[in-house]
C-alpha cells in the first residue's frame, strides 16, 4: 500500500531550508519587479523605478508610466502567480493527486467561461462584481470535473480527474468561444485564451486584494491540517481531525483563488502544478513552509514569465500562457510517467 | 509420435531468466497438462510453445522446424491459443468472433467463403453454441464466453489446440462443462490439446500426459499415474497428499493434503 | 447443416444496409439545408438545377466557387478523421483514442502554420504540399506521444496514452502560438481560427490536394479490415490467429496518422470527430470493421457536415468555426465514455 509505505518514510521538513527559499525567493522577486519595470517600450533606469515608487513626481511621464501602466502590471504578475501556485499546492495536499492544478482539472476554464457569459450579457459591470462571476465559474468547473470523476466506474484516480479536467476544459472552452462570437466580443476576450497580464489595472488590485489577503491567511491557517491530509485521508480521521471540513474550506480557498488570479490573466495553467512540486522539493512535505514558500515562487514565476512574453518578440507580448504551459508540459509529462506515486 | 519439441529453451524478461535450459516432447492426438506451483514458469512455457514469447536460448521445433522460422499465419493454421485473459471488444456477435478464427486462411480482403461458413458452423455446433450465434457476447455467461473463444479457435481447424487455464473464474458445473469439450474434441476429432490448469484433479483426470514444473524447471512427466505420486506432490507442491483413484477415469486423484512441515 | 448465412444474419446485413443507406441520404438532406444556409439563398429545386448547368451566373458561383467546394471538404475531413480514429481506436484497444485527443492534430497543424506562415503567398505549389507536411507533423507528433507514453514491462496504458497525448497538444498548441506570432502578428488571427478548426480551404484546390490521400489510405483502411478484426481481440489472440501485430499495427497507425494529418491540414484542429463517429457507428452496426469503418467514414462526414452548417446558420452571417461545435457535442460524449472506462 502506498500509504502505509509513505507513513513509513518520516516527511522531513526542513525549516531552515524553507526560511533560506522564503528570503531568497522574495530577494529574487524584488528584483524580477524591478527589472520588469524598467524593462519595456521605454527603457528606464532602475533608479528612475525606485524614485517614481517612494517619491512621485506626476510631472515626470516616466513616473507616469511606472505609476499607471507598469506597476500595477508586475503587481498583478505577482499576485496571480502566487493565486494560482497556492491553489494548487492545496489541491494536491487535499487529494492527494500530483497532478492536481487548477488549470488542469477545468476550474480556470470554468471561471474564463463566466467572464465570457458575463461580458457579453453586462458588458459594464464593475470589476468588484466581475471577480464574483469568476468565483461562481470556477466552482462551476470543479464542480463538473468533480461530479464526472465520482461517477466514474473506475474512481476518482489521478489520471482519470486530469482527463475529465481536459474534457471540460475543452468544452466550455467551445462554448466561451461560441458566447465571444455570437455577442461579437472576441476582441475583448481574446486576451483570456491565451493569458496574458497587460490589461491590469490598479482597480483590479484594490478589489482583488481583500480576498487575496483573507484566502491567504485561511490557507496558511489550513496548513498543519492539510499537511496531515496529505498523509491520506484515514490517518487524517484517525488523528481527529474533521477532514469534511477542511476540505470544503480548502476547496472555497482554492475556488477564490483561481477565480480571482482567472479574472485577471485568463486561463493560465501549469503555474500550479509546476509551483508546489518544487517548492515540496526543496523544503520538504510540511505545509506550513509549502504554502508561503509558494506564494514567492509562484510570484516569481509569473513574473519571470511576463518579462520573458515581453522580451521574446518586442514590440509583441507573446502570451503568458503558452510561455507557461512550455514549460509546464515536460514537468506534466515526467510527473505523468512516473505514475503520480508520490506528493 | 509427437506434436512438437521443446528444445532446451531459456526464456525470461530483460534479466531475469524464467525458464533455463527446458525441454519436453508433447505427444501427438493426446491431452497434455501442465501442472505446478504459482510462479513456476507453467504460463510462461506455454506462452513459449505458443510463440507469444520467444525464447533466448533453444527453440520449438513443430513438424521440424522453429517455429519462429515458419511465417506466423503458417503457424497459425497449426495451432490455435486460448489466452488466460480473452476478452472481447463490445458489439461483437458469437458468430463475428468466431468467425474471426477465419484468419489465417483467409487472403488480404476476402469476406468469407464457402468453407469458411463450413468450419465456422461445426464450431458453433459442437461448442453447443448454434442458438446463441446472433446475440452479443456481452450478454452471455461467463461459461459461454469461455465457450465462445473455444469455438473461435476451433473454427482455425488446427491440429493442436493451447489452453491457458480455461477454467478460471467459472464454477465446478462450468469447469467440467468445458473439460469434457476439450475431452470430445480430443477423442473424437483427435485433436492435440495442451493446456494449463490449476485443479491438480481436473489435470489428472482428463489428461494423458502431464508435466510437473518448479521454479521453471521440469520435475517430472509421464502418465497421470506415474506423475501423480506422494512423492511427486511433495517435491512439486510441498504437501502431504491423501490419494486415491478417480471413480470416473481410474487416475490418480487428491482426496486431502496438508502441508508438509 | 446450412453452409451460407442464415435468416438472422441476412437479416443484420439488411439492417446494415439500411443503415448505411439512411445515413446517406441524411448527408444529402443536410447537403441541401447547408446549401441554403448563407447570404445568399438557393432552394433544393435551385440547387439541383444549378447543378445541371441550369442556373444563373450568380446561383452557379455562389455554388460551384464558395458552397460546394466547403460542404465537399467538409465531408472528406469527416471521413479521414473518423477513420483515423476508429483505426487508433481498434489498433490501441483504447476507446478513447482520438487523433486530436491525442494532440495528432496539433502535430500537423504546427507543421501547416509553419509552412503558411512562411510561404503566405497564393501560389498553387504549396497547398499541394499541405498533406505531406501535416503527415510529417502528424507522423513526428505521433512518435514522440508513442515514446514517452511507453513503459518497458507494462507497454502503454490507455490512460497514460491519453495523458501524454493531452500534455504533447497543449505544448504543441502553445508552441504554435508563440512562434507564429514571431513571423508576423497578422497571422495571430488566423492561427486562432485555424486551432479552432475551421473549414477554412474552402476552395477547389484543397479539395484536390487532399483527395488523393483520402482515397488511397481510406481504401488501405477498408481493406485491412479483416486484420482490424483480429487486432481488436487483444495482442495474445491476434499472435494466436497468426497476425504480424508488430507490423500490422505500424501500418495501419501510419495511415490513422496520414488519415487526420491530411484532414486536419484543410480542416484545421477539429477534435473528438475521431472518438464520436466510431462509438456511434459501433452502437449502429456493431464492432466489424468491413461495416463499422464505412459507417464511421459516414457518421464523420455528417458530424463534421452539420456542425459546419450549424457553425454558419446561427450567427449569421458571421461563422463559429466547426471544431467548436463538434467540441460542444463531443466534450460531453468523452466524459461520458470516460465514466465508463475501467483501467
Known sequence: MVASSELSAPKRSRPIRAIIVLFGGMLALLLAIGLSISFGAADIQLATVWTAVFSFNPDVTAHQIIREIRLPRVLGAAMVGACFAVAGALMQGMTRNPLADSGLLGINAGAAFMLAICFALWPSLPYLYVILFSFLGAGLGAGIVYGVGSMSRGGLTPMRLVLAGAAVSALLGALSEGVALYFRIGQDLAFWYAGGVSGTKWIHLQVMSPWLLAAMIGAVILSRSITLLSLGEEVSIGLGQRTKTIKVVGMVIVLILAGAAVSVVGAVGFVGLVVPHLTRFLVGHDYRWIIPCSIVLGSLLVVLADLGARMINPPYETPIGALIALIGVPFFLYLARKGGKEI | MTAFNVDRVAVGYSNSLIIDELSVSIPKGEITTIIGPNGCGKSTLLKTISRILRAKNGSVILDGHDIHRLGTKEVAKKMAILPQTAEAPGGLTVFELVSYGRFPHQKGFVSLKKEDYTYIHWALDVTGLMAFKDRPIEALSGGQRQRVWIAMALAQDTEILILDEPTTYLDMAHQLDILLLLQKLNREEGRTIVMVLHDLNHASRFSDYLIAMKEGALITEGKPEKVMTCSNLQRVFQIDANLMTCPFSANPICLSYQLCQ | ?343
Not at chain 3, 37 to 49: A, C, D, F, N, Q
Not at chain 3, 70 to 89: D, E, F, K, P, T
Not at chain 3, 158 to 170: D, E, H, M, Y
Not at chain 3, 212 to 221: E, H, K, N, S, T
Open chain 3, 1 to 343: 447443416m446450412k453452409l451460407s448465412m442464415t435468416q438472422a444474419q441476412r437479416k443484420v446485413r439488411t439492417k446494415n444496409l439500411w443503415v448505411l443507406t439512411s445515413l446517406v441520404i441524411l448527408i444529402v438532406i443536410v447537403f441541401m439545408i447547408s446549401m441554403n444556409t448563407g447570404y445568399i439563398k438557393l432552394s433544393p429545386l435551385e440547387v439541383v438545377r444549378t447543378l445541371f448547368g441550369l442556373g444563373t451566373a450568380q446561383q452557379a458561383l455562389v455554388l460551384f466557387d464558395f458552397r460546394l467546394p466547403r460542404i465537399v471538404l467538409s465531408i472528406l475531413v469527416g471521413m479521414g478523421l473518423a477513420v483515423s480514429g476508429c483505426v487508433l481506436q481498434g489498433v490501441t484497444r483504447n476507446a478513447l483514442a482520438d487523433p486530436g485527443i491525442l494532440g495528432i492534430n496539433a502535430g500537423a497543424g504546427l507543421v501547416v502554420m509553419l509552412f503558411i506562415s512562411f510561404f503566405p503567398s497564393t501560389t498553387d505549389t504549396p497547398v499541394f504540399m499541405l498533406p505531406i507536411l501535416a503527415f510529417t507533423g502528424a507522423g513526428a507528433t505521433a512518435a514522440i506521444i508513442y515514446v514517452l507514453s511507453y513503459k518497458r514491462h507494462e507497454g502503454i496504458s490507455p490512460i497514460r496514452l491519453l495523458l501524454t497525448g493531452i500534455a504533447v497538444a497543449a505544448g504543441i498548441s502553445s508552441a504554435t502560438i508563440i512562434l507564429t506570432l514571431r513571423l508576423s502578428p497578422e497571422n495571430y488571427q488566423f492561427v486562432a481560427t485555424w486551432l479552432a478548426g475551421s473549414i477554412w480551404g474552402s476552395n477547389w484546390k484543397f479539395v484536390l490536394s487532399l483527395l488523393p490521400w483520402l482515397i488511397v489510405l481510406l481504401l488501405f483502411v477498408y481493406l485491412k479490415a479483416n486484420v482490424l478484426n483480429v487486432l481488436n481481440l487483444g495482442d495474445l489472440t491476434a499472435i494466436g490467429l497468426g497476425a504480424s501485430i508488430e507490423k500490422e499495427r505500424r501500418i495501419l497507425l501510419a495511415a490513422a496518422v496520414g488519415l487526420a494529418g491530411a484532414s486536419v491540414s484543410v480542416s484545421g484542429g477539429i477534435g473528438f470527430v475521431g472518438l464520436v463517429g466510431p462509438h456511434l457507428a459501433r452502437q449502429l452496426v456493431g464492432a466489424r470493421h468491413q461495416v463499422l469503418i464505412p459507417t464511421a467514414a459516414l457518421t464523420g462526414a455528417l458530424l463534421v457536415l452539420v456542425a459546419d452548417t450549424i457553425g454558419r446558420w446561427i450567427l449569421q452571417p458571421s461563422e463559429i468555426p466547426a471544431g467548436i461545435v463538434v467540441a460542444i457535442i463531443g466534450a460531453p460524449y468523452f466524459l461520458y465514455l470516460l465514466s465508463r472506462l475501467q483501467d
